[in-house]
């Protein structure tokens, strides 16, 4: 197994090297890898091959290659062993089962005011009897000051006895023993030297944190301490992962802010305990996890709206200076998010560059967009199995293009489906209703329709000289 102290020689080894990084033009990812092998060299996994090992040492002494890199931090880091830490356990029964969400907090004193308590509070009241079967709780109490901790416990106990006793939340400390040097660290970014060792500390904060979490859930969702959820949010992850199946995926953001809000697979966060453990003093949580993203070659952004987590902090954790950034895409009641059930897309119109069809029909925070549509033009979306609707809604245009909508259109749905030459449509539709300001929406509508529904057309009705934007398909069923 990896034991902690390794870790350690590690850092000491990264610590001479700060004297080659100066002069060197390795790059960032070039300077990794070559972290990678030492790493490579102390663990003790027969299944590495040697062939394996050999790329590292060529690669370690290049400019590399992006997806030759990303291809093999996937097969030789794959650090499936815990870190070698012993937790304190300050408030928590055995967990009985292993959940569907494990949700992780990490806090420490503050300067001024403390949202810890709150947030917890937020996370339980947000969600339903059902849902809270489905989630555990992990605090980690990160500061090394044990009065604070005992304050900080007593609080918790009293105020969340039953859910401590439910199993559903778990409060520990990781010693202050088992953490890396945090003194006289690089001050990389013209950093201080405090701020320094304030980001080095937390991303060993969250590492341990992470690295505890691995085995209790299926999925674990990253949180400030100082957050307030919008309600039925595990719902609405659900639905979202649901809509996800058979994609690949690293991180899911459900908030736009630092470090909030970030979902993952739980058999990926002992190789992110390790990435945070092994780069804790180069630069800030939120920025080392871009990175791990997209060294597991996930390249783009996937975030949600609206938002399931606001921060809602007034003082920063750091020093206690003043904090205000707010989500604005947040809603504090987010449970109406549509079933997109699965579906192909098709359009004649004219796409521009990647933004197809498919974008228009997805979650994620992206859109359609085609140059200007003719009449006739459609855009079809044809469901893989016949569904029941409740309620359809379709936005056009943006907020920077805002005459990007679709200024004279209508809404169809049919019931059988032939084959044409590049693509599927029914054969007869009925029509609903006309675009209004570029917008459709429609509640009810499985009690006007009477089959259930297998395709849905956006026709143009006359031509427009501005181009168009389809910004969201929403879909409710029955």
Request: glycine letters at 4%; charged letters at 25%; one cysteine or more.
């Amino acid at each position: 197994m990896f034991k902690f102290h390794q870790v350690k020689h590690i850092f000491e080894i990264l610590d001479k090297m700060r004297c080659l990084r100066k002069r060197s033009t390795v790059s960032f990812l070039g300077v990794l890898v070559i972290f990678l092998l030492f790493m490579n060299l102390y663990i003790e996994d027969s299944y590495v091959l040697e062939g394996d090992k050999q790329l590292i040492r060529e690669t370690s002494t290049h400019q590399l290659n992006s997806e030759r890199y990303v291809h093999t931090f996937k097969d030789l880091s794959n650090f499936s062993g815990a870190i070698n830490v012993t937790y304190r356990y300050l408030a928590s029964t055995p967990l009985q089962r292993k959940r569907f969400l494990t949700i992780g907090l990490s806090s420490v004193k503050r300067k001024k005011g403390n949202y810890l308590l709150e947030t917890i509070k937020s996370i339980f009241e947000q969600s339903s009897y059902e849902e809270l079967k489905e989630i555990s709780v992990v605090v980690h109490l990160a500061d090394f000051n044990s009065s604070w901790r005992e304050v900080m416990v007593q609080d918790i106990t009293q105020k969340f006895a039953h859910h401590i006793i439910a199993g559903r939340l778990i409060v520990i400390h990781a010693p202050e023993e088992y953490y890396p040097i945090l003194d006289g660290l690089k001050r990389n970014y013209n950093d201080p030297e405090d701020r320094v060792r304030f980001r080095s500390k937390q991303n060993v904060d969250y590492a341990f944190l992470l690295n505890f979490c691995a085995n209790t859930s299926d999925y674990y969702v990253m949180l400030e301490d100082d957050v307030r959820c919008s309600k039925n949010f595990l719902t609405a992850i659900k639905k979202v992962i649901t809509s996800l199946e058979g994609t690949y995926w690293v991180t899911l953001e459900f908030s736009k802010l630092g470090y909030i809000g970030k979902l993952y697979h739980s058999h990926d966060l002992p190789r992110l305990a390790h990435f945070l453990l092994m780069f804790y003093q180069e630069m800030p949580c939120d920025w080392l996890l871009t990175h791990f993203r997209g060294l597991l070659a996930q390249k783009n952004v996937i975030r949600f709206k609206p938002s399931l987590f606001q921060h809602m902090g007034y003082y920063s954790s750091y020093k206690g200076t003043e904090n205000k950034l707010k989500d604005d895409d947040f809603e504090e009641d987010s449970f109406d998010i549509p079933d997109n059930p699965p579906a192909s897309l098709y359009t004649n119109m004219n796409v521009f560059e990647n933004y197809d069809a498919s974008k228009a029909y997805s979650s994620v925070d992206e859109y359609f967009w085609g140059k200007p549509p003719s009449t006739g033009d459609t855009f079809v979306i044809v469901f893989e199995n016949p569904i029941v609707i409740k309620k359809i809604k379709v936005n056009t245009g943006t907020e920077d293009r805002q005459n990007d909508i679709l200024h004279h259109g209508a809404l169809d749905v049919g019931e059988n489906v032939i084959l044409l030459k590049q693509s599927r449509q029914c054969d007869t539709y009925i029509r609903l209703g006309e675009f209004k300001n570029g917008n459709f929406e429609m509640s009810d509508v499985n009690k006007k329709i009477p089959f259930d529904i297998k395709c849905i057309r956006i026709y143009i009705t006359k031509t427009q000289k501005e181009w168009l934007i389809i910004r969201s398909i929403s879909i409710w069923t029955s």
